[in-house]
Every structure is written in C-alpha cells, then in structure tokens.
C-alpha cells in the first residue's frame, strides 16, 4: 500500500472536470452512476469540487487524519463521480 494515498482524477486532453456528481470517504456502495453513501459516509463533495473542478485533472491525498474518520475501526474506501467537458462548453 502506498505511503500517501490519493484519489487522481483526469480528464482527456482538452477536457476539463465540469461536474462532481457523488464523492464519500468511507463505505460507498454501487458504480458510477448509482453511488449512494452507505452505512459509513463522509461527504467529500465540496473538498473534490474545490480541487477539481475546471481542471484536467486533480489529486486528493486520502488518510482519516486529513480528512476525519467518519466510522472508526472500519475499512473504507473514497469514491467519486466525475464528468469531464470540453475546454470550451465550460467557458460558455
């Protein structure tokens, strides 16, 4: 396992990060598209839209101490829906 975890988003060239749709730091259950929380949540939404948005691509260190522990004693795992644009969709 490495010794600074993070979660690395990026886009084609060209593209940028346009939207955040689902972000959670702990037990996330289901894929892209039909993410929900789970049992164990912490809401990462705002910390990735901050980081990431209108880039090409963006990385979140990932460690309790950084980001809380929202079920201690529990594996848990980071998960996040991302939807790249072209460069300029976003500018209009």
Known sequence: MSQNPEVRLTCEQGWLIAAINFASFGTPEGHC????????????L??????CFGQEGCSIPISAAKLGDPCPGVVKRFAVEALCSERFQLLL
């Open 33 to 44: 598209g039909t993410f929900s929380p789970g049992n164990c949540h912490s809401d990462m």
């Open 46 to 51: 705002t910390i990735v839209q901050k980081a």
